[in-house]
C-alpha cells in the first residue's frame, strides 16, 4: 500500500523568505502523481502544485516548486519571497496513475507559520 | 459555473441521530469522491462514486456508513447512529471523466457529535 509522510509538524518562516516542507512517499508503481495541497483556516483544500512521475522536470507555479527526487522518493515544497497568506497547512498527497480513480492518499499535513 | 458545494457547513449530532451530509458536484463532474478529515489528521479516503455506481467504497468503515450518488440530485454520505468518534470535518471531490484534470473540493461539513 502507499503511504505518505510528512515529518514536520509545524514550520514558521519570516516574511520575504524562503522556506521548504518536506515529503517522503512508498509506492511499488511507476505512474503516479504527486501533489501539494494548503488547507487556510477557511478549509478549502486548494491545489497548489501537481507533480507527473514521469516527468524528470520539477513543477513550478509562481513562488511554489517542487524537488521531486525520484529515486529517493521524496516530493519537497519550496516557497519562496513568502507571503502571510501563505500561513496554512499544507498537505502534500499521492495518488496512483493507473485506471480512472483519482482517489488521493495524504500525508498528516504541516502548519506553516509566517512571521511579519 | 459554481464550485463543489457542500452542505450543510456545519451540522451538529446527538449520540444515536443520523448525519446526512450532501454534496453537490460541479456542473459535467460525473465523479465523486468523500474523505474525512479527523482533528490534527490529514484526509482518509472513504469512497469514490461515479452517477449510481459505487465505484471504490475501499475506505469507508463496514458499519453505519454509507453512500450514495444517484441519476438525479447531490451525492449523499449517510452516517447512522452516529458516536463521538464520528465527528469530523467531511470533504467532497468532483471530476470529470477527463483523464488529465484533478479532483476540485468543496469546503466540508464539519459534523460535530455531542
Known amino acids: 500500500a502507499q503511504t505518505v509522510t510528512q515529518s514536520q509538524p509545524e514550520m514558521s518562516v519570516q516574511e520575504a523568505e524562503t522556506v521548504t516542507l518536506s515529503c517522503t512517499y512508498d509506492t511499488s508503481e511507476s505512474d503516479y502523481y504527486l501533489f501539494w495541497y494548503k488547507q487556510p483556516p477557511s478549509r478549502q483544500m486548494i491545489l497548489v502544485i501537481r507533480q507527473e512521475a514521469y516527468k524528470q522536470q520539477n513543477a513550478t507555479e509562481n513562488r511554489f516548486s517542487v524537488n521531486f527526487q525520484k529515486a529517493a522518493k521524496s516530493f519537497s515544497l519550496k516557497i519562496s519571497d513568502s507571503q502571510l497568506g501563505d500561513a496554512a497547512m499544507y498537505f502534500c498527497?499521492?495518488?496512483?496513475?493507473?485506471?480512472?480513480?483519482?482517489?488521493?492518499?495524504w500525508g498528516l499535513g504541516t502548519s506553516l507559520a509566517v512571521n511579519p | 459555473n459554481a464550485g463543489v458545494m457542500q452542505n450543510p457547513r456545519h451540522l451538529v449530532r446527538r449520540r444515536g441521530q443520523e448525519a446526512r451530509l450532501r454534496c453537490s458536484p460541479m456542473?459535467?463532474?460525473?465523479?465523486v469522491y468523500w474523505y474525512r478529515q479527523l482533528p490534527e489528521e490529514g484526509l482518509k479516503f472513504m469512497v469514490y462514486?461515479?452517477?449510481?455506481?459505487?465505484?471504490?467504497e475501499s475506505g469507508m468503515p463496514k458499519e453505519r456508513f454509507s453512500a450514495e450518488f444517484p441519476k438525479e440530485g447531490p451525492s449523499i454520505l449517510r452516517i447512522q447512529q452516529v458516536v463521538r468518534g464520528d465527528s469530523a470535518a467531511y470533504f467532497c471531490?468532483?471530476?470529470?471523466?477527463?483523464?488529465?484534470?484533478?479532483?476540485?473540493f468543496g469546503q466540508g461539513t464539519r459534523l460535530t457529535v455531542v
Open positions: 471531490a468532483s471530476s470529470p471523466v477527463t483523464l488529465n484534470t484533478e479532483a476540485f
Open positions: 456542473k459535467g463532474h460525473s465523479h
Open positions: 498527497a499521492y495518488r496512483s496513475g493507473a485506471g480512472n480513480n483519482r482517489k488521493l492518499i
Open positions: 462514486l461515479q452517477k449510481e455506481n459505487i465505484i471504490d
